[in-house]
């Protein structure tokens, strides 16, 4: 541990997708880091954190094996790339149950990740007062921890809820149109089947959530629902040809090849406005 007078934050999912790049952006800020994983887990964690594999869901784990921490975020979350999994609501009351419980023991600091997928369909930008109605079972799980949360942790614990849009970078380890297209390059393919490519959202790469997701950390007045994004929408087709081109992929376009589909918004985005105002502080 890199500050023994600190008493850490606790990063949940740290083997994941993101866990990695916010377990280094804080570690990065200054802080202690214990980053959970899975038991078994043979994800590799940043060297300057302290290292934990335990099931933290289960119903008998004891809040006090962490000790006193600064602060929780939670990314933790079985099959955030499949959107109908069992997993989401299945896992539900146990993510409740954890959250709640490190509340009640005393964590001054909670920053839980949600998802654009809480919204459901919407045109235009989203913030903290957006409608939701979710349309996949990771959706519907996400919104009801995020409105259920607030109802159950005292006041003395300020809650964040990081809502994230379109990740993309360290793109072989995410499930994203960017590692298909890494796959097809390596296939020795030329041609990549698309759609019009012309939806507009909300891409913001996996290094810059991290930080995001630190400098929220050590933001404790701000709390509720806000958005983790860029706040600008881009075409479909513009980040895809951008990509292309950054990667030197020896791939274009088949524009048409699939109909676009009828249940995704022809735009959305997140409303930055809250984010850039804590990552102003610096």
């Known amino acids: 541990m890199t500050n023994p007078s600190r008493s850490g934050v606790v990063v949940t999912g ?8 916010v377990v280094k ?3 990065d800020r200054g802080h202690d880091v214990l ?19 335990i099931d933290f869901l289960s119903p008998d784990f004891d809040e006090s094996t962490w ?32 959250l709640t419980a490190a509340a009640a023991a005393g964590c001054p600091r909670i920053v839980a990740l949600g998802t654009m997928h809480e919204v459901g369909y919407w045109e235009g930008a989203i913030d903290a007062t957006t409608p939701t109605s979710p349309s996949s079972s990771y959706g519907i799980a996400k919104d009801a921890l995020r409105r259920a949360l607030p109802l159950a942790v005292p006041s003395a614990t ?40 012309k939806n507009l959202y909300d891409f913001i790469r996996v290094e810059e959530l991290g930080r995001q997701i630190a400098a929220l950390t050590d933001a404790p007045d701000v709390v509720g629902t806000l958005n983790c994004c860029s706040g600008v ?7 895809v040809e951008e990509f ?21 918004s022809p735009g959305v985005w997140g409303d930055a406005t809250v984010i850039d105002e804590v990552m102003a502080r610096g």
């Open 158 to 197: 300020s809650l964040a809820w990081a809502r994230a849009y379109y990740i993309y970078g360290d793109d072989r380890r995410s499930n994203s149109i960017f590692r298909k297209l890494l796959e097809a390059a390596d296939a020795g393919k030329t041609v990549f089947p698309f759609t019009s490519g």
């Open 233 to 239: 929408p881009v075409s479909l087709a513009d980040k």
């Open 67 to 98: 000790g006193s921490a600064e602060a929780i975020v939670h990314l933790a979350w079985q099959d955030g790339f499949v959107h109908n999994s069992p997993a989401h609501l299945g896992q539900l009351s146990a993510h409740y149950r954890f």
């Open 244 to 264: 292309i081109r950054d990667n030197d992929l020896p791939l274009s376009l088949e524009y048409g090849a699939f109909p676009d589909r009828p249940y995704d």
């Open 14 to 21: 740290a083997g994941g997708y993101l866990g990695p790049h």
């Open 35 to 53: 980053a959970v994983v899975r038991p078994g887990s043979s994800a590799a964690t940043d060297p300057r954190a302290a290292r934990v594999e």
């Open 25 to 27: 952006a804080l570690i």
